[in-house]
């Protein structure tokens, strides 16, 4: 059975309420439940993981190294500066879709550049809390060759 990690960065556990002109009125737990509902539609198994912490975030790249075929991640702010989390994707070499909510390209400067993107498989950004099930879409088709 494909398995794959759902991971979420800081900030994002307050989705729902956090600057829903931004980043819509979807809480975690909704998205959580819409990823793992469409990964059991297709006999995927999807488990999900939140931090605050980049620390505790690479630990879970390590650990999804163990079970883990790829990772759905939005990292948050910390795609924008985070040299740790691009080398644990480097240094794990897990298949990994960086996903934004909003479309990062379109705001502040400083949101254009992401570190973790060129270690990515690839990169969905702009359609709210449906780009993590565009981003599940997009890993599976990944894994499977397509
Ligand atoms: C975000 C975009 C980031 O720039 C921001 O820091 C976030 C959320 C998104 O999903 O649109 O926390 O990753």
Known sequence: MTKILLLHGPN?????????EVYGST???????????AGTKRGVEVRTFQSNSEGALVDAL?????????VVFNPGAYTHSSVALRDAVAGTGLVVVE???SNVHAREEFRHKSLLAPVCVG????FGWRSY???LE???GY????
Do not use: K, M, Y
């Open 12 to 20: 994002l556990n307050l989705l729902g309420t956090r600057e829903p």
């Open 27 to 37: 809480s975690l737990e909704d998205i959580n439940r819409e990823v793992i509902a």
């Open 62 to 70: 390590h650990e999804a190294r163990a079970w883990a075929d790829g």
């Open 99 to 101: 996903v934004h909510l």
């Open 123 to 126: 990169q969905i950004s702009g």
């Open 133 to 135: 099930l565009l981003g």
């Open 138 to 140: 997009a890993i599976l």
């Open 143 to 146: 894994l499977s060759g397509q």
